[in-house]
């Protein structure tokens, strides 16, 4: 069919007679970008008509082509689509260069876009071309990752992962200076992203730089890898629960004595409260506050009750007995001196005897109960006490 239509032309040019052909020509069928900047799809077509052309911009995805840009009629109409306020015209159409531009191309634009070209008078050969646009996307910067216990003689793996770009990215291990060091297969898996260092040394401790990268762009990120001796390891965790155990000993203790403090505090205080309930305040007899007279009275009956008890063989009151007035002096019996006999008793007073008191015998600065009891000294009676201590 080609050499038929090769051969119609050549006969049309040796008798002379014009024949217009249109051909629509691209620069490229791949066309990269890089997300964010401008794409450019290059396109042009030629034919000898004069006519204007009917121009037509498609993309074709997995729902199908759908129009997305057009020219009729000397009008340019931009279709309803995501490319609307970035795509246009590169140049005038009677120019018959055709191509478009993109501009800040994102991941979704890529595609196949499609653009034919149809004049009134003028025959066609080839009025479509195709061009393939890939947005490609730079990594996003990757996550480094230590798995594994770095202690001497273990073995750890360094991972790399990197959650965008497009194609998806390489990864490449290195050690950085002062002790450079780059790493291959098998150690290294470009691909996964994963270093494993097996028998580690304390020379291997440094920092580790993985590298992401794809045709859009590069993206790092490091770790360091610090190694431990077994010992080493061994002495900070005895250290550890060394200071734990400590800390809890100390805790004990101190729970104990403020435990022990608080139980003496409320013994105490308990202690006082059973005083203080039973505690009676003192009260005044109330024969101390009648007259001197009746005082007298009470003594004497005091006095003949005592010599009853000693009438009847009771036990005979020691010689610390006595009574304490509220002048500070004492009154008691008579000391005996030499074995003297004591004196007879005097009248009895209120029909009891009462006991006569030795003036010589009597203690110094004392006075008589009757002085006594005009000056208003309150008689106490002091307890007799027997021989072997107890009291009478």
Not at 188 to 209: F, W
Not at 218 to 235: D, G, M, R, Y
Not at 339 to 346: D, E, T
Request: aromatic share 6%; hydrophobic share 40%.
């Amino acid at each position: 069919m080609g050499a038929l239509r090769r051969a119609a032309l050549a006969l049309a040019a040796l008798l002379g007679v014009s024949l217009a052909v249109l051909e629509v020509h691209v620069g490229t069928s791949l066309v990269l970008s890089v997300e964010g900047q401008q794409a450019v799809l290059p396109a042009w077509y030629t034919s000898h008509s004069q006519n204007k052309p009917y121009v037509i911009w498609m993309l074709n995805k997995n729902t199908g082509p759908f129009q997305i840009l057009s020219y009729l009629d000397g009008v340019v109409k931009v279709e309803e689509t995501d490319l609307k306020p970035r795509m246009g015209f590169l140049y005038p159409i009677h120019s018959h260069n055709i191509s478009v531009f993109i501009n800040a191309t994102r991941e979704q634009d890529s595609g196949q876009y499609m653009c034919s070209v149809n004049v009134v008078d003028d025959t066609l050969d080839k009025n479509i071309g195709i061009i393939n646009l890939t947005v490609l996307v730079p990594p996003a910067a990757p996550t480094c990752q230590l798995h594994g216990s770095a202690v001497v003689g273990a073995n750890v793996t360094l991972s790399c992962s990197s959650k965008k770009g497009k194609p998806s990215p390489l990864y490449q291990w290195q050690r950085e200076p002062p002790t450079l060091q780059v790493f291959f297969p098998p150690a290294q898996d470009r691909a996964k992203g994963t270093l494993k260092l097996t028998n580690l040394s304390l020379e291997m401790s440094g920092v580790y730089v993985c590298r992401a990268e794809n045709q859009a762009g590069s993206k790092n990120c490091s770790i360091v890898l610090e190694v431990h001796s077994s010992s080493t390891k061994a002495l900070i965790a005895g250290a550890v629960l060394g200071s734990l155990g400590a800390l809890a000993t100390i805790i004990f203790f101190a729970q104990k004595v403020v435990g022990y403090r608080r139980k003496k505090r409320d013994n105490q205080e308990e202690g006082a409260n059973e005083i203080k309930e039973d505690a009676v305040a003192p009260k005044t007899p109330s024969w101390a506050r009648r007259p001197a007279s009746d005082t007298m009275s009470k003594t004497s009956t005091l006095s003949s009750i005592a010599g009853t008890r000693q009438a009847y063989g009771a036990r005979a009151p020691s010689d610390t007995a006595s009574i304490l007035t509220s002048t500070g002096s004492y009154r008691g019996p008579p000391p005996r001196a030499g074995g003297r006999p004591p004196s007879l008793s005097p009248p009895a007073v209120n029909g009891t005897s009462r006991r006569r008191q030795d003036p010589a015998a009597a203690p110094v600065g004392s006075l008589p109960p009757s002085s006594l009891a005009r000056a208003g000294a309150v008689p106490v009676m002091v307890p007799a006490q027997s021989r072997a201590g107890s009291l009478v």
